[in-house]
């Protein structure tokens, strides 16, 4: 069997297996870039040095087509990604294409790199956040300089405190209706999503600010109606998950912010979380984390500060007694 066919195939059986459309769409990414780099050979033809020669094609040669233009490598978690994408490729050929010999069998996962998590700053987020109201400023010879308020205004600020204050991944964002949102209490319900392994369902909650900006903006929608999406475009139509990425990052240039991407709204609401007092339990289950281990990433983070906080306001060492 080609293996563009047998591809085809995964992708039925794992969406029947209730993965997301995006875990199989992520999986198909580098699936299908093995088919046209292989030349779609026969699935039993396929060696370990064939493998190896694409994994080096991407890390060497392959120059990625961004949003924005950046054509930088391709980075060692999406490196990992392919591995897992073959990996679980195989996994499924062994057990429904009777495959005998696994390509992928000792090829080594990469090894992971931990990036380095900066939060916003409230400087940062100002900036954001009068760049998403307000045009950028206008000039002419005989008057000062004055802006205007962005048409896109109340929903790209409704957008930025909402996931700033809620800590939820921008695909969840973009999932959500009118329905799951209580502006009275502030409380979110964000529903499960596929397969529940990542998006599980739970509640999370909007402080006065959030609630306000983001009533602000479903004020000015006519016809609105519960199983409404939230956010939309400028026609009315829900904004997924890559326009809300391509905006934000838009904002972060006009802004002067930079590294403006949805996670690191994410990353931020989790720290500041634990910087003003919030335990690590309830911000996993905020943030809806199978397990601790990016949670005690966010916790080293805030102990940190509270160490660089200590040494700069010791009682006993600024009275030098």
Same mark, same amino acid.
């Given at each position: 069997?080609?293996?563009?066919?047998?591809?085809?195939?995964?992708?039925?059986?794992?969406?029947?297996? *209730?993965?997301?459309?995006?875990?199989?769409?992520? #999986? /198909?990414?580098?699936?299908?870039?093995?088919?046209?780099?292989?030349?779609?050979?026969?699935?039993?033809?396929?060696?370990?040095?064939?493998?190896?020669?694409?994994?080096? #094609?991407?890390?060497? &040669?392959?120059?990625?087509?961004?949003? *924005?233009?950046?054509?930088?490598?391709?980075?060692?978690?999406?490196?990992?990604?392919?591995?897992?994408?073959?990996?679980?490729?195989?996994?499924? =050929?062994?057990?429904?294409?009777?495959?005998?010999? /696994?390509?992928?069998?000792?090829?080594?996962?990469?090894?992971?790199?931990?990036?380095?998590?900066?939060?916003?700053?409230? &400087?940062?987020?100002?900036?954001?956040?009068?760049?998403? &109201?307000?045009?950028?400023?206008?000039?002419?010879?005989?008057?000062?300089?004055?802006?205007?308020?962005?048409?896109?205004?109340?929903?790209?600020? =409704?957008?930025?405190?909402?996931?700033?204050?809620?800590?939820?991944?921008?695909?969840?964002?973009?999932?959500?209706?009118? &329905?799951?949102?209580?502006?009275?209490?502030?409380?979110?319900?964000?529903?499960?999503?596929?397969?529940?392994?990542?998006?599980?369902?739970?509640?999370?909650?909007?402080?006065?600010?959030?609630?306000?900006?983001?009533?602000?903006?479903?004020?000015?929608?006519?016809?609105?109606?519960?199983?409404?999406?939230?956010?939309?475009?400028?026609?009315?139509?829900?904004?997924?998950?890559?326009?809300?990425?391509?905006?934000?990052?838009?904002? *972060?240039? /006009?802004?002067?912010?930079?590294?403006?991407?949805?996670?690191?709204?994410?990353?931020?609401?989790?720290?500041?979380?634990?910087?003003?007092?919030?335990?690590?339990?309830?911000?996993?289950?905020?943030?809806?984390?199978?397990?601790?281990?990016?949670?005690?990433?966010?916790?080293?983070?805030?102990?940190?500060?509270?160490?660089?906080?200590?040494?700069?306001?010791?009682?006993?060492?600024?009275?030098?007694?």
């Amino acid at each position: 069997m080609k293996l563009s066919e047998a591809i085809r195939g995964y992708s039925v059986y794992k969406m029947a297996d *209730g993965f997301s459309e995006e875990t199989i769409k992520g #999986y /198909r990414w580098s699936l299908d870039k093995e088919v046209k780099f292989l030349k779609d050979p026969e699935v039993e033809s396929i060696t370990e040095e064939a493998l190896r020669n694409f994994i080096m #094609y991407l890390k060497t &040669e392959y120059v990625p087509a961004r949003p *924005g233009g950046d054509t930088s490598p391709l980075s060692q978690a999406t490196l990992d990604k392919v591995w897992v994408a073959n990996r679980s490729f195989f996994n499924w =050929a062994v057990k429904e294409l009777h495959l005998e010999i /696994r390509p992928d069998k000792n090829i080594l996962r990469p090894r992971s790199v931990s990036k380095v998590i900066s939060p916003f700053t409230d &400087e940062d987020i100002q900036k954001l956040l009068k760049t998403a &109201e307000h045009t950028q400023p206008a000039q002419t010879h005989d008057r000062a300089s004055w802006t205007v308020k962005r048409r896109t205004g109340a929903r790209d600020v =409704a957008l930025i405190y909402f996931l700033l204050d809620t800590g939820v991944r921008i695909s969840e964002c973009a999932r959500l209706r009118i &329905e799951d949102v209580n502006l009275d209490t502030g409380e979110v319900l964000i529903r499960s999503f596929g397969s529940g392994r990542k998006s599980r369902e739970r509640h999370v909650y909007m402080g006065k600010t959030a609630r306000r900006a983001l009533w602000h903006y479903l004020s000015q929608r006519e016809d609105r109606h519960p199983d409404d999406y939230v956010f939309l475009t400028q026609v009315d139509k829900p904004i997924d998950k890559d326009m809300a990425g391509q905006l934000l990052r838009k904002l *972060g240039a /006009r802004a002067g912010v930079p590294n403006v991407h949805p996670h690191r709204f994410r990353h931020t609401f989790a720290i500041q979380y634990l910087r003003n007092g919030g335990d690590v339990f309830t911000l996993k289950r905020l943030l809806g984390h199978n397990s601790m281990m990016m949670v005690e990433r966010y916790l080293l983070i805030a102990d940190s500060d509270c160490a660089t906080s200590h040494r700069h306001a010791s009682p006993v060492d600024r009275w030098r007694v």
